[in-house]
C-alpha cells in the first residue's frame, strides 16, 4: 500500500486477554519502530527493527510485551495477560535508512481498551 | 544515542501571534533533527527536517526551524499562529551512522486562542 496500515484500529478486551497488533509497513522500508501513546502523554518507544539486526527491545515495559518481524516487512505486537495500564494508542512507523535519512512513516495506530 | 528534549509542554499563544516551541539535542556531531505534527485525532506527520546544509528550514504550513550548532537547538517557529495549528508537536532526531534509532522529545502542546 502507499502508507503504514494498521490494524484493528480499535480493540477492546478484557483484563488479562492476550491481544496482537499488526503493523503494515511501506514496502521495501527496512527500518520499524513501534510507539506507545498513553491519553494526553508523548511518544513512548517500544521497540526498532533494523534490517535482519537484532531488534532494540530497551523501550518494552515488560516481559509481557513482544513483538516480531517476519520477513523484513510485516510486524505483530503482542501483548500479553493485559493490564488496565496497557490501555493506549500503539503507533507503528516504518523508514527507509540511507535514503530520506530516517524520515518516519507513521499509521494511524491502534487504540487498544483494556477493561 | 540521541536525546531530544522539549522544553515546554504546553504553549498557549493568540490567533496571528507568533510562536517559537524550543528544542534541545544532546550530540554536536552529525545529526538529523525532525519536527513532526499531530493534530488531534490523527498520526504524526512531518511537517520538516534539518538533513545538511542550509541551517535555516522551511516545512509546511509556514513553519519553519533553525539548527544552532553552538546552541544545540533545533526550535520551530511561525510567525502568525492559525487556529487550525493547534496539536502537537515533537521534536526528534538521530545521529548519522550506524543503525542508530531515532528518538522523539516528550512533545509541545500548541494551543491557539482566538
Known amino acids: 500500500g502507499a502508507g503504514v496500515s494498521q490494524s484493528p484500529s480499535n480493540k477492546v478486551t478484557e483484563k488479562g486477554k492476550d491481544v496482537e497488533l499488526r503493523c503494515d509497513p511501506i514496502?521495501?522500508?527496512?527500518?520499524l519502530y513501534w510507539y506507545r501513546q498513553s491519553l494526553g502523554q508523548g511518544l513512548e518507544f517500544l521497540i526498532y527493527?533494523?534490517?535482519?539486526?537484532?531488534?532494540?527491545k530497551s523501550g518494552l515495559p515488560s516481559d509481557r510485551f513482544s513483538a516480531e518481524r517476519t520477513g523484513g516487512s510485516v510486524s505483530t505486537l503482542t501483548i500479553q495477560r493485559t493490564q488496565q495500564e496497557d490501555s493506549a494508542v500503539y503507533l507503528c512507523?516504518?523508514?527507509?535508512?540511507?535514503?530520506?535519512?530516517?524520515?518516519?512513516?507513521f499509521g494511524e495506530g491502534s487504540r487498544l481498551t483494556v477493561l | 544515542a540521541q536525546s531530544v528534549t522539549q522544553l515546554d509542554s504546553q504553549v498557549p499563544v493568540f490567533e496571528e501571534a507568533p510562536v517559537e516551541l524550543r528544542c534541545n539535542y544532546s550530540?554536536?556531531?552529525?545529526?538529523?533533527l525532525f519536527w513532526y505534527v499531530q493534530y488531534p485525532n490523527q498520526g504524526l506527520q512531518l511537517l520538516l527536517k534539518?538533513?545538511?546544509?542550509?541551517?535555516l528550514v522551511k516545512g509546511i504550513n509556514g513553519f519553519e526551524a533553525e539548527f544552532n550548532k553552538s546552541q544545540t537547538s533545533f526550535h520551530l517557529r511561525k510567525p502568525s499562529v492559525h487556529i487550525s495549528d493547534t496539536a502537537e508537536y515533537f521534536c526528534?532526531?538521530?545521529?548519522?551512522?550506524?543503525?542508530?534509532?531515532?528518538?522523539f522529545g516528550t512533545g509541545t502542546k500548541l494551543q491557539v486562542i482566538p
Open positions: 512507523a516504518s523508514s527507509l535508512r540511507g535514503q530520506n535519512t530516517g524520515e518516519l512513516f
Open positions: 514496502s521495501g522500508h527496512t527500518a
Open positions: 527493527f533494523q534490517g535482519n539486526s537484532a531488534p532494540d
Open positions: 550530540s554536536s556531531v552529525s545529526v538529523y
Open positions: 534539518y538533513l545538511s546544509g542550509s541551517t
Open positions: 526528534a532526531g538521530y545521529r548519522s551512522g550506524g543503525y542508530q534509532k531515532v528518538t
